[in-house]
């Protein structure tokens, strides 16, 4: 348990909770790192898997592009339908600002403040346990 925040360094670096101080290589089963790379993306990755090209989840080092497992999901570059201020949502299908329609493959649409499916506005509350 953590008594206060911990932070990533602002040079290359990683911080990988759960090592073994005697150890200078390798990775612990089923244990995660967030780290720093050289071009000054954050990343998010399964330790097991930072030098694996496209994998994990990366912010872009001006902080404007998501990438999950190399496809943007989010920001400038976008692919797989994520476009145009959107974010992708399950299955690669776009929410998208500006463009509301009746098309029946089922996309998202919102104006900012209500989220629209298929040109109808989608209720959102609450559900009690």
Do not use: H
């Not at 040079?11 to 390798?26: F, K, P, Q, V, W």
């Not at 998501?66 to 570059?77: D, E, K, Q």
């Not at 949502?89 to 996309?107: E, H, K, M, W």
């Amino acid at each position: 348990m953590f008594q206060s925040p911990f932070q990533i360094n602002t040079s290359t670096g990683n911080y990988n909770e759960g090592c073994d101080l005697n150890a200078i290589s390798g990775a612990i089963a089923n244990q995660w790192s967030i780290y720093k790379k050289g071009d000054g993306t954050l990343n998010i990755v399964r330790t097991t898997d930072q030098n694996t090209a496209n994998k994990g989840l990366q912010i872009s080092a001006d902080g404007n592009t998501l990438t999950f497992n190399g496809s943007v999901i989010a920001g400038t570059g976008a692919t797989n339908g994520a476009t145009n201020c959107s974010v992708n949502y399950s299955a690669g299908n776009p929410i998208l600002q500006g463009v509301n329609s009746a098309d029946p493959i089922g996309s998202f649409y919102s104006d900012g403040a209500k989220v629209y499916w298929r040109a109808r506005p989608l209720t959102m509350g609450s559900i009690p346990p």
